[in-house]
């Protein structure tokens, strides 16, 4: 009759430099990734403000303007307005660019172009624009960027 032979039993006391290499690799890996997620994120809400703030910006001179007597309207008078603290504090070289024509059909009004140039981060910007009309029925032409009766 033979006995079986008793083995011995190993019991692991720690982890190995494996394991410890192996998490510490994955939670490195997990810390990275969160941390580009949030900083892209970030930079993602903050870009979508600006845009908001730029197209309120551009809405809010077109009410402005829209406020204006026609014989008011020019290109001299528009470039002048002044943006937001906002705008002038995250951006750069802010002007306005704009163009008033006078059209006759199909009926008497200034149409008015608006831009908004800027530079942000060092790089120049494509220009956010807005194109409204503002009726004139009294006026007949434009001369030289101003609107003559």
Partial sequence: MC????RPTLLRGGTSTV???V???VLTTA???VGRFA???RQGLHDRELNSRIGWELANAREQIGAWQPTDVSVKEIESLPFSDYLKQELSDVRWQ?????????AQVLQV???LHCTINEQAARPASLV???DSKELTSVDGGGVKP
């Fill in 3 to 6: 006995l079986p032979l008793a």
């Fill in 19 to 21: 394991e410890l290499l």
């Fill in 23 to 25: 998490s510490m690799a």
């Fill in 31 to 33: 810390v990275l990734g």
């Fill in 39 to 41: 900083s892209t994120t």
């Fill in 98 to 106: 704009a163009s008033v024509e006078s059209i006759s059909e199909p």
């Fill in 113 to 115: 172009t608006l831009a």
């Fill in 132 to 134: 409204f009309w503002i």
